[in-house]
Every structure is written in C-alpha cells, then in structure tokens.
C-alpha cells in the first residue's frame, strides 16, 4: 500500500461527492467549533484519511479509532474491545496495520490512513473484498472491516507463503462468527 | 432455483466496504453519551453514592445513581438503580452522561460507591447443600431403577463446566431518540419485535409508538435476544434529559450484565446390554441460577430425544448464587450433550463396541420420551457420510496406539443435535410498476444469512433473477416475525416470505392472461410458467416480462402473509482428530467432518459456514473457553479476550461439511430446519473422544487445559 498516487487519484474523483464535508457540519462535536464548547482540552489536528484531509478538534486522549467513528463517522472501524485484544478496529497507518483503539489521533497526524471505506475504487471492490464475499469468509460482519484490512497487511507483508502462515499471521484479528478457514481462502485468492 | 445454491451473501458488498451500519455507528445530533459506572461487591447494599468530582467533568450532562435515576420495571429482568441492594459483582451501580465518550467514561471513573457487603457465594461448590428442584424440571420416562437393575454394564460419570460468556465482536450498543411519546432505538436485538414490546412496555406506551432497529447486527449467540436493564435506562435518560443518548458496552461490562452460560455439574449413568442396547439413561445436573431468577437453560434434551431407550430419568437441578442471572448462549444444550456423548463414548469403550456402531445400535425414529415420530431423521446416514469422509474405519480403537513423531493422534465422534424454534410470522413482498421486488419482515440477519436466503425465496417464488430482489430486515416497521434465536430463523419465517412472493405472482399472471394487451391474454392462470423475470406460456411460445405487465398496470402488486410454523430437531455426526504434545498437554485439532440432517439445505455456502462457526466454538468450548470467577468477591476475573481465550485463526484447521439435504415433511421453511446451534454440540466431547483415543487420558471437565494433560 505504498501507491500514494491511488489515493490522490480518488481525492480527485470523490471531490465532487463532499461526503466527508457534509458529515462533519452535520455532526456538532465534529466541527472544530462544536467541539471546542464541550471538550475541555481540544487541539485541532488533521488526520488524512483515505487520501482526504479531515480538520477535527480533539482532546488529546482521543483514540484514533474513536476519532474516525465518532467525530468522521467513518464507522466501518469496528470498536470490539478497545484493548488491542479483537483486531476489529485494524487500520493502515502509513499502508502498515495496526489497532487504531491503541493509538491516539493526535499521533497520526502526517500519515497516511486507509479504513476499509477507502478500500476500493469507486464501484470497483479491492480484490480482496472480492475474495471475502466469494469465500463467504465473515457472517455477521463485526470483525469483517478488521480483517480485511490486516489481510491487505498479510498479503504486503508477504505472509502468505502458506495456509498456516496466514493462520499464524492472521491470529490477532478474532472473529466470533468463526470463519477462519473461508478468512484463510480469501487471502490465498487475494495473494495470487 | 436458486434455493439450495451457493449464493454469495447479498449484503456482502455492505459488509465488505464498511457501508453496512451497526446500532454504535449511529451518531445523531445532539447526542450524549452514556456510561456505565459497575459495582465491585457481589451482595451487599450500597450505602452512598459521591458524584461530586464526576460531575465536575467537563462536558458532564448528569450522572444518575440510584437515588436519581429514572424509576423503570422490566417485565423479564432484575432492574439495577431503582434501590440500594446488590445482587452480583458488576451491577450497575451509576450512570453518567457527557457530551463525549471521553468525558463519561472519565467521570465514570470517579464515581465514589461505598457499599455495606455480605459474603457472597460464586460458585457451585460454595453451595451444595442449597441445591434444589425447581418445579417441572424433572422427568422419568419408564422405569429407570429397573432399567439398570436389568443392565449387564454400566457407566455413571460425573462431569462439568465452566460459565462461558457469548463475546460477540459487536459489544452491545443501544442509540435512543424521542420525539415527544414516539421512541427510536437503534438496539443491539436478536429480535426487534420482542425489544418494541419490552421498550413499550417500560416506558407504558404503546407498542406501535416504539421504532427499534437492527438491519445487523455485528453477532449475538443468544446474549442480544433480551433487552438487557442498561438498554432500558439509556432510553429513560435520553427522555429525561431530551437529548438522544448513546451508550455502547466495554468488554469488561459485557461479562456482568448481557448474561452468560451457567457453570453447569451433571452426572450421567447408562445402563446398557452387552450388544449396547441402552436399558437405562439417568442424567442428573445442577446449574448456576441467580438471586433474582431461577429461569434454566441448558436443558437435558439430548438425554430426552436421542437415543432409543425405554427408561429415561432426567433432572435438572439448580443452586442460587451471588452471580448474574444466565441465560441462552448458542446452543443451550451443548452443556448436557457434552456429558451423554463422552458418557457413551466411555460406554464404547467398556463394551468393547465401536462408538458409531453403538450410536447406530440405539437409534431412533421416535422421541423416546413421548414416543411421537420424527417428522424425519437421517441421522444414521450422517453416520455413515461423515465416518466414510473421515476415514473411521481405519481407526484402532486402541488408546495410545498412534503417534506421529513426538505427539500422540487420536481420533474422537460424536452424535450433534439441537432442537429450533418455530414462531409465528409474517412478511410483506411488493413488485414495483418498475418490476423490481422489494420484501420486508421484522426478523433479524444476525450473520446467518438471513438476507441472502429470502432474497433466493422470492426470487424462486416469483421466477425473476436475485439481483431484481431487495430483502429489508430488522425494523419494527415491518410485518411482526421471530426473534433470531434458538435457530428460529428460517424455520420460523420462510414460509410467509414464501406464501407472500407466491400471491404477488398469482396477482401478477392474473393481470397478464385477463389483458387483452399481454401476448399471455386469455391463457389458464394456472398453467403459465414463471422464469428468469419473464411469464410464459406452457408451451413457451410466448412470453410477457414482469417488466412489462407492471409498467402497463401502472402500480405495485404487494401481499403481507403469516404462518405459523413446527419446530423440529436437526442431527448430525461429528468426526474430529486431534494432536496432543505429551511435553506440554497441549491439544491442536488437525481434522474435522461434520455430516448434518438439517432437511433442506437453503443456501450450502451459508449453511456451511454455520458448520465451520458451530465446530470453532466447539474447539474453543472444549480447549480454553471459560469464565473464571473469584471465589471470594464473586467476580469474573478474566472480562476481557486476552484473558477470556476465544479460537483464533491459527487453532481451527479446514473443517468439512456435508449435508444429507432432504427436505422435512412438516417444514413451512420450504423442507427447511433451523440448524444453527446443531453443530456445535458434540463437538467438545468428540474432541475429548479423541484426546481419550490419543493418550488414554479421560478428561471430564471442560475445557481440557493443558495444566489437566499434564
């Protein structure tokens, strides 16, 4: 996920949608104004999030994970645990995975977000999206966003190689449904 | 059709992309945020509440104790902060309310409870003498002393098990809004409907002033089909203060108040002949109840439905404890199952009969309890397609006898079985001018495939392709349909989908033959064929598209139709093989084939994962889940997933699944069984079969640790 110019290319394409833009006057705490009335400590941060840059206000002790769902309203990062225990809130930081609920927005300004929104291209499903609906490899969904995104770190890392090196590699994403093996499958088709 | 296909999930592209939206993604304007402050004595009084420093907080809206907060019944739970007393540890004991997550969780913190507590009682062993029979949990079929006087062998064993807590990856999250009397809830719910009713119920308003909303739900097992007291209190805030409130669960907070698996101790004695005949099955237990419910739910069926056997004592004891009261968790009746099925493995072993043969030797067509005929079971041709896709004949029986380098295999089976609802329901299909097909029903897709299998229904039903068929689900503003739980599902709802996308079409054929401007005009109702999206004649020579009749009607054709529906009982056979490591006791699980009689199968890619998530809780049943509690302050110790080990990816191997797939006579889903919680039950006593055949090790207490193989 090193292919920075993907992600100006859909800056440029979603430009006209303003989703993002419209979210963040339609939610009080989100706008920097909004926020700075009810959060006591509020420094205003950039976080560029899937190519687009977000101005937010937050307390310094606001996880990365609490601010793209509850200040972007980019809920497809799952909150499980919020211990860094379920992987459910797995995102890239810089196109490497890690936990967004054990890392504060403050701390990733500069950097390179991708969530499992900024994931395909338009109408066109990253081949791993594809693979996980095919494998039938998530039920209810709660992890899904979480594993894909580690499964993308899985197949860059080159953790690939075999079945059990996926499962190894694949361990700190929990799925209670329990689609492992189909989890599994989808990677391989997506490593290929 | 497309019934019985591998249809890939029709809201895998939502589910995929993050664009599917859970209760805790909801944020609306003007929200609070509510946040729950625990107790930290199992039985006692609270004698003050100091919300000085936490209402200091900035951002704090207010923060309710007992003395202040909303006064609410609940009809089916005890309900915390309406008074001082203290009936487990983790009972909410506070609540505060804050502009962000941040703020409430802070003030949360600094609610200063002090308490005047009693000693509590945790577990079962605190309390043997104050076991009890609740009433009409006892049942003796034949004559059970006789039985085993007549037996040439016998087995009596003792085995148990620990609580278990459901964890869904999703925690519990309830988004409440008024507007004026109306309520909206955006509700962690295995059932919308039954939350509507308890919500207005509650709050004294009527049912239809009550919005909840679940169109997924991010895993239930059982612990969201109630409305738990916390939901109820957050819409009482979100009332009070006239702001819409948000409070999503920690994972702490979900081992003390969404309910959990009893620990559960049973005894279980056969008494069988020498061919393996069963003269005798006594199946004694005792399971965790709490101080405010004696309500029981792992049940003994196994022992009642299974096997042929004309003397059948079951008894289903419980003893009262300072612990949150238990509830449903996929499969209820696993906790039992596990003790009969090891039982009769131990059985096997003393006859010196092959355990699938001596399922097979007690097979039965009738409930031996009331001597009713299945309405079908192919539960000996599970055997057979699960132990040829296994490879059990090649098995040495012998414990110990195989090994491969340092570590012992072993091979273990067990029969599967588990009971589904059946309610009443009723849904709605309506074909636009435009011909696509929109269907609605208030049941819920908790991962099982629920969109998916009624998008293929009324496809089949009305003969148009999948994708010209949208399927909403989990909204009390459609028809009333079951709860999503006691795989209820499709057993309970297919069938007025079905009916309902079936009168669509009748009314549709009968606007094309009786216009003189369709190609179909004139021709018997009865005789045109459905297919593809288009209506033809019999002999197919002419054709009208569902497009076409609509546009020229100018306006929808819709059907509501409800069912009552039969519940029935799904069987299978599990096979598993397991590894053990005689230097560490650790066990992996190498091998699994499950072959299942769930009648037809709907959707094999869906049904199949189903397999695959039943036999991982099996592993996890049988090799590390369990809820540990302090024996002296009665409080779960382990409330969290790095502590409270789930299977991970790296402990399940390929598991494969098959399916007899006939259709069950009484089935309204289509030949259709509920089967979710089937293949999951047999799955921690064949794994300890196994590890028995690996090592000659019996293990009777769940889960089979590494510190118990040592």
Redesign the interface.
Known sequence: MTADSEYKRRTVLKAGSAAVTATLV????ATPAAAAQ???SSVDITLRVNGRDHRLAV?P??TLL?AL??RL???????????G??G?CTVLVDGRRIKSCLTLAVMRQNAEIT???G??RDDR?HPL?EA???R?A????????GQ?MSGVACISEGHTRSA?E???W???????????????DAIQDAAK | MTVGQPVERVDGRAKVTGDARYAADRTLPGMLYSYLVMGTIARGRVTSVDTAAARAVPGVVEVFTHENAPRLTSDQHFMPLQGTQIHYNGQIVAITVATTPEQAQEAAELVRVTYAPETPKAVIADALTEVYLPANQEVIVGDPTAGLAAAEVTVTQNYSSPPHHHNPIEPHATVAQWDGDHLTVHETSQGVVNAQRTFASAFAIPQTNVRVLAPYLGGGFGGKSPVWPHSLLNAAIARQLGRPAKMVLTRAQMYSIVSHRAEFRQQVTLGAKRDGTLTALVHLSTQQLSRTSENMYSHSISSRMLYACPNIHTRQQGVRLDVPTSRFMRSPQMASHFGLETALDELSYQLGIDPVELRRRNYTDVNPTTGERFSSRFLLDCYKLGADAFGWSRRNPKPGSTRDGHEFVGWGMATEAHDHNANPSSAMVRMAADGTVLSQTATQDIGTGTYTVFTQVVADALGVPLNQVKVELGDTNFPPAALSAGSGTIASVTGAVNAAALAVRTAVVQLAVSNPASPLHGLPAEQIITQHGYLFSPDRSRRESYRAVMARHGAPVQNTSSMTNARGYSTGAVFVEVRVDPRYGRVRVTRGVGAYDAGRVMNHKTAGSQVIGGFTWGIGNALMEHTVLDRRTARVVNPNLSTYLLAVNADVPDIQAIFVNKPDPVSTALGARGFGETPITGVPAAIGNAIFHATGRRIRDLPFTQDKLL
Do not use: H, W
């Open positions: 339609a939610t009080p705490a009810t959060e006591s307390e002790r606001v609490d769902r509850e309203d980019l809920t497809g990062t799952k909150k499980g645990c919020d211990r225990e379920c459910a969530t499992i929104e994931l395909a499903l999206q996980f609906i095919r039938d998530f039920q209810c969904g709660g992890c899904t966003p894909i059990d996926i499962r190894e694949m361990s700190g994403n929990l799925c209670r449904c329990a689609c492992y093996p189909n989890i599994v």
